[in-house]
C-alpha cells in the first residue's frame, strides 16, 4: 500500500468528524457552506441513483485498467453497464416518471437515454481514447493510475485526501496530471471550463503530487479528459488543459485552509445561488 494512504488512527479529527477533507466536500463547502454542514457536519444523506454516476464510474475503472495494461476490455465495460441497469432499473417506467418529475421541479427537462445509447457511448469514448492520447501526448508511459492521496495541507492539523486518475511522464521529463471526466456532446461549455471550483480540483491534485514528488510546479502540467456521451466515433474524447502555476496553486490551497477554518469555528452560511439543484431546498433542514 503506497504509504500515503495509510491513515493514522492517532489524527486529530476535524469538526466533520474524520482527521482528512476530500475535494468533493471542499468544493461542497465552497458551493454553499451550510449545505456542507448538512451533509458532513449533521450527517445528513440522500440516497441518489443516477446512470450518469454509475456510467461515469464505470468509464473510470477501465481508463484505470488501460493505463496498467494498454488494452481497452469493451467486454467487461459492457457487462457492468448491464448490470447496474438491470440492478437500478435506469430504464424502466418508474425510473424514467421519477426523473422527469424531478427535472421539472428543478426546471430543466429530463431527456432519457436507453441502455443502447449508454452502450454506444462507451463504446466510441474509450475505442478513441488510446490514440487521443498519443496524438496529445507521443511518446506517454504511465507513472500512476488512481494513485491515493493522503497528505498534510499547509501548517494545519487537517491532511487532504484524494484519488489522481492519471499521471503520466512525457520523453522530455515532464508530468501531466489528468482526471478523467464524462460529458455530453459537446464537451464543457466555456463558463465551466474557466470556473474556478471545477480547475480548483486537478490544481489541487498537482499541488500534492508535488509534494509527493517532490517536483516542481513547471514541470507537471494539468488537464482533464473528456469522455464524451453521444458523440459521434472519432468525436467522443476531449481535453481542457488547465493552467495550474504557483498562483492558482496558492489561490486553491486557500480556498481547503479558509474551509477547513471555518468548518472549525462552526460558520456555515447559505448560499441562495446554489438551490436550484440543491437536495435539501424547501425542506425542513433548509427552508426559505
Not at 61 to 70: I, S
Not at 164 to 176: A, Q
Not at 215 to 242: C, M, N, Y
Request: glycine share 6%; hydrophobic share 35%.
Amino acid at each position: 500500500m503506497n504509504k500515503s494512504t495509510v491513515v493514522d488512527p492517532n489524527l486529530p479529527l476535524l469538526a466533520n468528524g474524520k482527521p482528512h477533507v476530500s475535494y468533493s466536500e471542499v468544493s461542497t463547502w465552497a458551493s454553499c457552506s451550510w449545505r456542507h454542514k448538512l451533509i458532513y457536519i449533521d450527517g445528513l444523506q440522500t440516497q441518489d441513483i443516477s446512470p450518469y454516476l454509475d456510467y461515469g464510474t464505470i468509464l473510470h475503472d477501465a481508463a484505470e485498467g488501460f493505463l496498467k495494461t494498454r488494452e481497452i476490455d469493451l467486454p467487461r465495460v459492457h457487462d457492468k453497464i448491464h448490470v447496474a441497469w438491470e440492478k437500478n432499473g435506469f430504464d424502466t417506467p418508474e425510473f424514467i416518471e421519477a426523473q422527469t418529475a424531478r427535472a421539472d421541479s428543478q426546471g430543466w427537462k429530463y431527456k432519457h437515454v436507453n441502455l443502447q445509447g449508454w452502450l454506444d457511448s462507451a463504446t466510441n469514448a474509450l475505442t478513441q481514447l488510446p490514440d487521443f492520447l498519443e496524438e496529445t501526448y507521443p511518446g506517454w508511459k504511465t507513472v500512476a493510475a488512481e494513485h491515493n492521496l493522503y497528505e498534510s495541507i499547509d501548517d494545519t492539523v487537517g491532511k487532504f485526501k484524494g484519488f489522481i486518475d492519471c499521471v503520466i511522464e512525457l520523453p522530455n521529463g515532464k508530468h501531466v496530471v489528468i482526471d478523467w471526466k464524462t460529458s455530453g456532446p459537446g464537451g464543457w461549455r466555456r463558463d465551466k471550463q474557466c470556473d474556478f471550483l471545477t480547475q480548483a480540483q486537478i490544481v489541487l491534485y498537482k499541488a500534492f503530487w508535488m509534494q509527493v514528488t517532490g517536483k516542481q510546479s513547471k514541470d507537471i502540467k494539468t488537464a482533464f479528459v473528456l469522455l464524451k456521451r453521444d458523440a459521434k466515433p472519432g468525436k467522443s474524447v476531449g481535453i481542457v488543459e488547465v493552467s495550474s502555476g504557483p498562483k492558482m496553486i496558492s489561490k486553491s490551497m486557500k480556498m481547503v485552509t479558509s474551509m477547513l477554518k471555518n468548518m472549525s469555528n462552526g460558520f456555515a452560511l447559505k448560499n441562495r445561488h446554489s438551490c436550484k439543484f440543491c437536495e435539501f431546498v424547501d425542506t425542513e433542514h433548509c427552508s426559505s
